[in-house]
């Protein structure tokens, strides 16, 4: 024999039992998955042992700050996976984990069943004789009398009948595998979840600029958004969310139409934040003081609506951190402060901050005080600007901070940038997403990209939350646009997905000219300059939204993203797709055509309305209020968008035909 | 300010760069993948960084017991992907990773490119000497010269042109690139992989029993299969596997077609391993010595063939371990040894051996000196048999101490059960496995099983070797069929699989008679008794399996798996697919219909045939002879199973039309 045989054996027989492919897992645990209070979290996995062992699967899992776990049998669904599911009723952080083990008992009852020679009988009676004793050794009185009772029974009894009788008890059976030791188990890690409130699955945006709607061409203040909450109220919109309301830089301050210099009297963008009045904890005087934005918060409250702020971590030349903390800016070789850039634009009214300086520690804890600052205010939502140009590192430690002691705090990711880059930020921790939404217009763009977000992996992290326009972006296809088209993707945006949010009163309005042909900026964007928004105007969309929005209230189906499912149809304007959250169905058809009338056959899936083959049932248009009785998976529908842009129909019970 | 914002930073802020998705990998690094000498691995993973932070990626890489890291630049392929790829050159365990570094100065120079204002120009050409200036400090003689003049002309130069063409120097930047230091840098883990000789990759095997060789009805003898290396290497095999060659026990010695009792001259079945001859480093008597096996082995090798010698770790009732370390068995409750089971069948000729005993380590140390003992004889290809009734921590452990020293041997999984079970021995180190080709007979099964087989992720650990028929599975669409059923499967899984073997001579004389019609054993099993295989008989399919043979020792698409594409046809009965390496194309049509001519259209992807949209080419048919002139995607075969069951065809160069 040479060394090899020589050498000891380096090996370990246990965990005989293997566990794989734990779902839902993002990055095999290093982040976690997302849900909302009162979801589900399904828990899937493959696990078996060697040979014809039959194993047992047990799904722990427990809530934020709870030592113990709770621990749920998981049912095996064939081809040696398992599933088991708990509902998760606690904000916060949860863990979860899968175990296996060999489970003995099993083996030996099935491998009884089929036994017929009576010597294997009474010899096998023997054997699970010793398991049910290992097991009342681990049990306590009374099923340890039980047990040992059982296994002197099965040691002792001769008749072949009645041991038959006797090994294929279920009752005694059940109690032996609940004390069974847990040979050969195997542990997978524990994942994480975090579990978000309910607004965080389900919410309806509103942004507004509150400057715009001063009275007479005053300036606005947060009385004056009081004054218009209950008419956002109104058209269904339950979250507003406010561009920063800090004071706004002089210097280097850009005029209207993003004009380098500004001209006297021009306002300046709300992003340019900082000014001798103060940074990111102050208020910018003309919008008004600390105590009326708490009034504006508890109104909102009132009427069960929230405030989401702008968290825009940059500042303008003026902010008092750039006296104060010099070190918190990246100096130039000339001396001077680099401002933003992006060559050859300059943006010399920003200065960004340096994540990296050495005094990082300093200025992460400043930014995390703004964050916190404004949450003890009362704020619970943070829509964060641009958070992909800031290091991923800050953003995982700042959320986490934050939520460890509120989680009910929600932030919305405004990163419009690369998917990889979307995502990670999505994985390290932010609530929410902006999406492509905006720019996905064709049938095959809508079918992809919503299939991506409500079916791919990464809707366990991604949460989507989908806006057809915003201050920033006026998308080519609303450029000069009629509203049928403003119709089009609103109703798009609030039934393909259960967040969304509008940028008005320019959206309701129709708000359609570009700064350019070749631009997406708005022509006299509310961004540097207040409007005067005609909301009384006979042109208005805002009935029209309010009826959209009282749909997505009254329909379960409309408020979660998973259940989305699309239906073929054979006119490439016409897309359609369902919801469904229990007995609650919902089923749209669009036509993106703004300009004609469309009409076509509609290849139903039937099974994921839950109805039958050659089902007779009736669809009820929530819009119209007409109703159509429909028969089997192929149905006709026509839109014209002079009339509707939409169908969203909800599905009737099956009728008897 | 409350608690929360009173508690330190406890966060990093490095590294800034981001790896994701590193492919190929097995469960994130917990197993090796798989490669033969001189493949490639083609190294993917998405890498990058925060706003717009440049990133560069490199792969690192080392072979066998290297210290040292090769690395080479990975190329960006957009979207934030990144690839690279090495040529395995050495057999053993290999390990590869990905690192990613913000590149600072790609973003310096990027920027460059677009700035036009003047003095803006100057003071970047400042921000990039210092970053010169810090390459220069890592760089040694002369290149710390060039960065350092580089830097300094930067500084001083002020004429825009001249700055300019300065600036914007490639070959100094690559060198500057070179000596940067890597901020920022994140590392992937090490992936393992393993690397194997070719013939893992290919090989054509042939299984046969020893016994029945023998001449005037005497038992087989090595000499007998020395005889025979000839005529099976003239069929094109290179491997030739033999039934366990061990004594075979006596006491409860199942008869012919496994009779419960042996009749007097019952030679027993090769698996019954273990007699007062000795066990598993035994020899079987009558089939000769220790001095003629390895005369067998190196006849083998003076052929370029090798011998497969079976591992089956059972024993008989005889077997010396029996006695020796009763231990290593289970006991009943009255004290015999557990025979093998499977209710209400009872093996009781067999004992499994306990891999769970208390004497574990010294059972496990033996069952490796059986291994290593027969590789030291000169054996490095073990067809092990049931694998899956073993501990999968046997497995793991057993194969990687013996390719520690010996990366040459081939273990061959025999695992025909649930999928998970089968990949995950592969996973643990077999290098080949037996697969479900036995059972996939319609074309849509077989284009479902060979797309998994070739395409999926698990081709990276699990590589297939096919064979139509085993000393254990006669599969019932050969029962009683004809020889054309025989040519359909042997040519099916000749050119869908590098590794294919078959049981012989059963198979080239179409053996198809079953024990039952219910049952996939053979009557008159070779298992239980000798047999006299009439070689010269003028059915035999043996010229006809070394031309394809032939064809696949001739064409090196036909020597590894992952090129297979499948192209549509027009008939169910036809099954169509080629395969490709470098130039070489092999296009296969197979008519799946052993009793009537089948014809159909063919609608080539002519792309995975490397041709052009609408090529004229021609296609040579390796088993006919003949040559078709072929046009553009849409071509016409027929084919009759009285003359072919397929066309093997060679894929012409496109001619000019």
């Known amino acids: 024999m040479n060394d090899a045989t020589r050498r000891p054996v380096r090996a370990s027989i246990a965990p005989s039992a293997v566990i794989e492919d734990v779902k839902p897992q993002v990055d095999g645990g290093r982040f976690a998955v997302k849900r909302a209070l009162g979801e589900e979290i399904v828990v899937t996995a493959a696990a078996f042992a060697h040979g014809h062992e039959k194993v047992a699967c047990a799904l722990r899992y427990r809530g934020p700050d709870e030592v113990g776990w709770s621990r749920i049998p998981m049912e095996s669904l064939g081809n040696d996976r398992w599933r088991a599911r708990f509902t998760v009723d606690r904000m916060?952080?949860?863990?979860?984990?899968?175990?296996?083990?060999?489970?003995?008992?099993?083996?030996?009852?099935?491998?009884?069943?089929?036994?017929?020679?009576?010597?294997?009988?009474?010899?096998?009676?023997?054997?699970?004789?010793?398991?049910?004793?290992?097991?009342?050794?681990?049990?306590?009185?009374?099923?340890?009398?039980?047990?040992?009772?059982?296994?002197?029974?099965?040691?002792?009894?001769?008749?072949?009948?009645?041991?038959?009788?006797?090994?294929?008890?279920?009752?005694?059976?059940?109690?032996?595998?609940?004390?069974?030791?847990?040979?050969?188990?195997?542990?997978?890690?524990?994942?994480?979840?975090?579990?978000?409130?309910?607004?965080?699955?389900?919410?309806t945006w509103y942004e507004l600029f509150p400057r715009s709607l001063g009275k007479d061409g005053a300036h606005g203040t947060f009385a004056d958004v009081i004054e218009r909450l209950d008419a956002i109220r109104a058209m269904g919109f339950d979250?507003?969310?406010?561009?920063?309301?800090?004071?706004?830089?002089?210097?280097?301050?850009?005029?209207?139409?993003?004009?380098?210099?500004?001209q006297s009297g021009d306002v300046g963008s709300p992003w340019g934040i900082g000014a001798r009045e103060g940074g990111h904890t102050a208020i910018h005087p003309e919008l008004g003081t600390l105590a009326q934005f708490r009034?504006?918060?508890?109104?909102?409250?009132?009427?069960?609506?929230?405030?989401?702020?702008?968290?825009?971590?940059?500042v303008s030349p003026e902010h008092p951190w750039v006296q104060e903390h010099p070190a918190w800016f990246r100096k130039r070789p000339d001396g001077t402060v680099q401002f933003a850039e992006n060559p050859p634009k300059k943006y010399e009214d920003i200065y960004p901050i340096d994540f990296a300086t050495t005094e990082w520690k300093a200025l992460w804890q400043a930014l995390r005080e703004v964050v916190e600052y404004w949450r003890s205010q009362g704020v619970a939502i943070f829509r964060v600007d641009n958070p992909h140009t800031k290091p991923f590192a800050f953003w995982e430690w700042l959320i986490a901070d934050i939520r460890r002691e509120h989680p009910e705090v929600i932030?919305?990711?405004?990163?419009?940038?690369?998917?990889?880059?979307?995502?990670?930020?999505?994985?390290?921790?932010?609530?929410?997403?902006?999406?492509?939404?905006?720019?996905?217009?064709?049938?095959?763009?809508?079918?992809?990209?919503?299939?991506?977000?409500?079916?791919?992996?990464?809707?366990e992290y991604f949460r989507p939350n989908c806006w057809p326009n915003t201050p920033d972006i006026l998308p080519y296809h609303l450029h000069n646009a009629g509203l049928p088209m403003f119709r089009v993707r609103l109703v798009l945006a609030a039934t393909l997905a259960a967040n969304y949010g509008i940028y008005g009163p320019a959206y309701e309005l129709g708000e359609?000219?570009?700064?350019?042909?070749?631009?997406?900026?708005?022509?006299?964007?509310?961004?540097?300059?207040?409007?005067?928004?005609?909301?009384?105007?006979?042109?208005?969309?805002?009935?029209?939204?309010?009826?959209?929005?009282?749909?997505?209230?009254?329909?379960?189906?409309?408020?979660?993203?998973?259940?989305?499912?699309f239906h073929p149809t054979d006119n490439d304007q016409i897309v359609c797709?369902?919801?469904?959250?229990?007995?609650?169905?919902?089923?749209?058809?669009?036509?993106?055509?703004?300009?004609?009338?469309?009409?076509?056959?509609?290849?139903?899936?039937?099974?994921?309305?839950?109805?039958?083959?050659?089902?007779?049932?009736?669809?009820?248009?929530?819009?119209?209020?007409?109703?159509?009785?429909?028969?089997?998976?192929?149905?006709?529908?026509?839109?014209?968008?002079?009339?509707?842009?939409?169908?969203?129909?909800?599905?009737?019970?099956?009728?008897?035909?």
């Open 411 to 459: 932030f919305l990711s405004e990163a419009f940038t690369r998917p990889r880059v979307m995502h990670r930020l999505a994985k390290l921790g932010f609530t929410q997403s902006y999406t492509y939404f905006t720019w996905r217009t064709t049938k095959a763009e809508i079918e992809e990209y919503f299939t991506e977000l409500s079916q791919d992996d990464s809707r």
């Open 239 to 262: 979250v507003v969310y406010l561009p920063p309301i800090h004071p706004i830089g002089r210097a280097k301050r850009k005029g209207r139409n993003n004009a380098p210099a500004a």
């Open 92 to 203: 916060g952080a949860w863990q979860y984990g899968v175990t296996c083990w060999i489970d003995s008992l099993a083996s030996w009852r099935e491998g009884y069943e089929r036994r017929v020679d009576v010597d294997d009988m009474r010899i096998a009676a023997k054997v699970g004789a010793e398991l049910i004793a290992t097991s009342a050794a681990h049990a306590t009185a009374p099923e340890r009398e039980q047990l040992t009772e059982w296994a002197r029974a099965l040691r002792e009894e001769s008749d072949p009948v009645a041991l038959r009788t006797l090994a294929l008890d279920d009752t005694l059976l059940e109690i032996a595998r609940a004390h069974a030791p847990r040979t050969g188990a195997a542990q997978s890690v524990n994942f994480p979840a975090v579990v978000d409130r309910e607004r965080a699955r389900f919410g």
């Open 295 to 314: 009034d504006l918060v508890e109104a909102a409250k009132a009427r069960g609506m929230e405030i989401a702020m702008d968290v825009a971590f940059q």
């Open 512 to 565: 359609n000219r570009p700064y350019s042909p070749k631009s997406e900026e708005y022509l006299a964007s509310e961004k540097y300059e207040l409007k005067r928004w005609d909301g009384d105007g006979a042109a208005s969309l805002a009935p029209w939204i309010a009826k959209v929005n009282a749909i997505r209230h009254a329909h379960a189906a409309l408020q979660s993203d998973w259940s989305l499912a």
């Open 577 to 657: 797709y369902s919801k469904r959250a229990g007995a609650d169905c919902i089923l749209v058809a669009v036509n993106l055509d703004p300009l004609r009338a469309q009409s076509g056959w509609v290849t139903l899936d039937l099974a994921a309305l839950g109805l039958e083959d050659h089902a007779n049932f009736r669809v009820d248009d929530l819009l119209s209020g007409e109703s159509y009785p429909w028969r089997g998976e192929r149905n006709f529908v026509m839109l014209d968008p002079a009339r509707a842009p939409a169908h969203v129909f909800a599905v009737g019970r099956q009728r008897q035909p």
